[in-house]
């Protein structure tokens, strides 16, 4: 098979896990009214779980590095990924609060090592090719995002319980992975000495995992509070908060196949910061009119203006080698980790309408972290 060949063929197969893993986080986000009502859930309760995957995600840093270096990214999305689809089929099926709040922490840990197995094979890919391939795969991650929240919405339309739901999905990805897999790029894993594991980042590095941080504070924040707002706020019903996720998601995904090329013509640190700053005034503006249609517009620009962090992040990341990724997409976690706390706080002290105006200012805030993404650095070797 010629190299060009193969590489289209690989980058098939990693744009399937990156739809799959989409396809997970929107389904449990988009069920939110289900979790909450078989659990008897409310906003702290709720936060209190997407902490927890939070904290799975931050502490996964040691175990993500160690695996990246001992199986490679192409091992890690197969194995990493099965044991997501597996542990996403069982949250209905946990007998208590304690025992699944547990679960969802396994299940963070889990995520992250999927998320830096299948953009350490982006980087890798890219690094081989010799063409941008990051904005492309986190398009197809919110195609998949889009398609799940879709089908969580007709679930939940239907009232099928998650019982099934959950189960039939979760399967469904193990499946694929594993037709998937064979195709993905084979890293090298040979024996090698383990004192680079260890090395501290360089400012660089911590610099883009900072704007990381903001970057998945905002988007858990959309995707754990958006469905409550729409649910409990605007009293559109669970159809419409499943929806609200799927609109985000389209709109992100027509974002992110264009963000490549808009970064090369603006430049990536203006077009992240342009980006934050509509997202701000987007949902800034539709929570102060509190309607149904301006919130749906409202959408809409948060979906653009997110659209093209993650994908110029870990193109940029990439340029540090593999090993820059586990560190950033750690601190990434980090502000899964916080987001929950801080915003379940706050609408333990007010109200879920402030949870909206606080995550404006978290858009304003990734504004002024684009800076991280500034030229300058030289494409090393994943």
């Known amino acids: ?67 990246l270096h001992h199986w490679g990214s192409q091992t890690m999305c197969l194995r990493c990924g099965m044991l997501m689809g597996l542990g996403f089929s069982l949250i209905p099926f946990w007998p208590s609060l304690a025992t699944l709040q547990a679960a969802l922490f396994v299940q963070g840990i889990i995520g992250s090592c999927v998320g830096v197995a299948i953009n350490s094979q982006g980087a890798l890919l ?13 398009a197809v991650f919110y195609v ?37 897999h064979p195709r993905l790029i084979q890293d090298e894993v040979a024996p ?14 911590l610099q883009l995992g900072a704007l990381g941080c903001m970057a998945a504070m905002t988007e858990s924040a959309i995707n754990g509070w958006l469905p409550a707002y729409f649910n409990q706020v605007l009293h559109a019903g669970e159809a419409w908060a ?15 196949f264009r963000s490549d090329a808009h970064a090369e013509r603006w430049g990536a640190p203006q077009l992240v910061a342009a980006g934050g700053l509509l997202a701000a005034a987007g949902l800034g503006v ?57 915003l379940g706080w706050i609408a333990d002290q007010s109200s879920i309408r402030w949870v909206m105006f606080a995550i404006t200012g978290c858009f304003i805030a990734l504004a002024l972290l684009a800076r991280a993404l500034r030229p300058g650095t030289t494409l090393t070797t994943p």
């Open 192 to 205: 090698r000495s383990t004192s680079h594991l260890f090395q501290r980042p360089s400012r660089a590095v």
């Open 242 to 256: 499943a929806a609200s996720l799927a609109l985000f998601a389209f709109a992100a995904t027509i974002g992110r």
């Open 1 to 67: 098979m010629s190299p060009d060949r193969a590489y289209r063929h690989a980058r098939l197969a990693l744009a399937v896990f990156f739809i799959a893993c989409g396809a997970i986080g929107s389904s449990l986000f988009a069920r939110q009214p289900a979790l909450q009502l078989q659990y008897h859930l409310d906003a702290l309760g709720w936060s209190r779980l997407l902490l927890s995957m939070g904290l799975g995600g931050l502490l996964a840093f040691p175990l993500t590095r160690w695996l």
């Open 286 to 342: 539709a929570t102060l009119a509190g309607r149904l249609d301006g919130m749906l517009l409202g959408i809409i620009l948060v979906g653009l203006g997110h659209a093209a962090v993650f994908p110029l992040l870990f193109s940029a990341t990439g340029r540090h080698g593999a090993a820059a990724i586990p560190v950033v997409s750690s601190m990434a976690s980090l502000g899964s980790l916080a987001g929950p706390w801080i």
């Open 126 to 138: 890219e690094f081989q090719s010799k063409q941008r391939n990051m904005g492309f795969q986190h």
């Open 144 to 180: 998949g995002t889009f398609t799940g929240a879709i089908l969580a919405a007709l679930a939940a339309r239907l009232q099928l319980p998650i019982a099934w739901h959950f189960p039939l999905l979760g399967m469904t990805v193990m499946a694929v992975f594993i037709l998937a």
